[in-house]
């Protein structure tokens, strides 16, 4: 059974600081790695997608993937309270594949 | 453009009763999926559409649960003879062919059974 793993939080970041959430996977022949933020009382909304191994850039978020060390995270630079909201993690098994295992999810919490 | 819409947006039901929950995916997505999620927990996957069939239905709870897609496009989730533990928000999700893996959801049903 493919697992994605989370802590669920909540994190607490300053505003204007690094939030860093992260996220390890157990299969090791997962290809696709997706980044989901849902506010409370809303649906799971697309953040980012990465393939490769690296750094993936987009306006304030960063996605990093260590396929080696079956690792993915999230930061977001500059923080906002507007950036409150449960995380989502999101992982398929090989490329090409639809269905996604998505993990429990991290509660950030940004504290003016 | 568009986005995945779901209805009803609230429904009440009687335990025992049946109910049909609908999606309608973004044009031109050919994967569909529901999922359930309850009161602050994770997505549960339910069915995942590719086209009009099902290669996955392994996430459906029991046998009251079943689920039709026609023409590659609007999907409908039955639910029978409802229990007060169907109670959550049933989210749909539907993606392009590519990038494979992008999901975009509905705003979803809450379902209550009373």
């Known amino acids: 059974q493919k697992e994605v793993e989370q802590n669920s939080g909540p994190l607490s970041v300053p505003e204007g600081a690094i939030a860093s959430l992260n996220c390890t996977y157990s299969d090791r022949g997962s290809q696709s790695f997706f980044w989901y933020r849902q506010y409370s009382g809303k649906s799971p909304e697309l953040i980012m997608f990465i393939y490769s191994n690296g750094d993936k850039e987009d306006g304030r978020f960063t996605a990093q993937l260590n396929k080696a060390s079956q690792y993915v995270s999230l930061l977001i630079r500059d923080s906002q309270p507007s950036d409150s909201a449960t995380y989502l993690c999101?992982?398929?098994?090989?490329?090409?594949?639809?269905?996604?295992?998505f993990g429990q999810g991290t509660r950030l919490t940004i504290n003016p | 453009g568009a986005g995945v819409s779901q209805s009803p947006s609230n429904k009440v039901t009687e335990k025992g009763k049946d109910v049909e929950l609908r999606c309608d995916p973004i044009s031109g997505h050919t994967a569909l999926y529901w999922y359930r999620q309850s009161l602050g927990q994770g997505l549960e996957f339910l069915i995942y559409?590719?086209?009009?069939?099902?290669?996955?239905k392994s996430g459906l709870p029991s046998d009251r649960f079943s689920a039709e897609r026609t023409g590659g496009s609007v999907s409908t989730l039955t639910i029978q003879r409802t229990q007060q533990e169907d109670s959550a928000v049933y989210l749909c999700?539907?993606?392009?062919?590519?990038?494979?893996?992008?999901?975009?959801f509905g705003p979803g049903t809450r379902l209550t059974v009373l």
């Open positions: 999101a992982v398929n098994g090989y490329p090409g594949a639809q269905k996604l295992v």
């Open positions: 559409f590719q086209g009009n069939s099902a290669p996955d």
């Open positions: 999700a539907s993606s392009p062919p590519r990038p494979a893996g992008t999901q975009y």
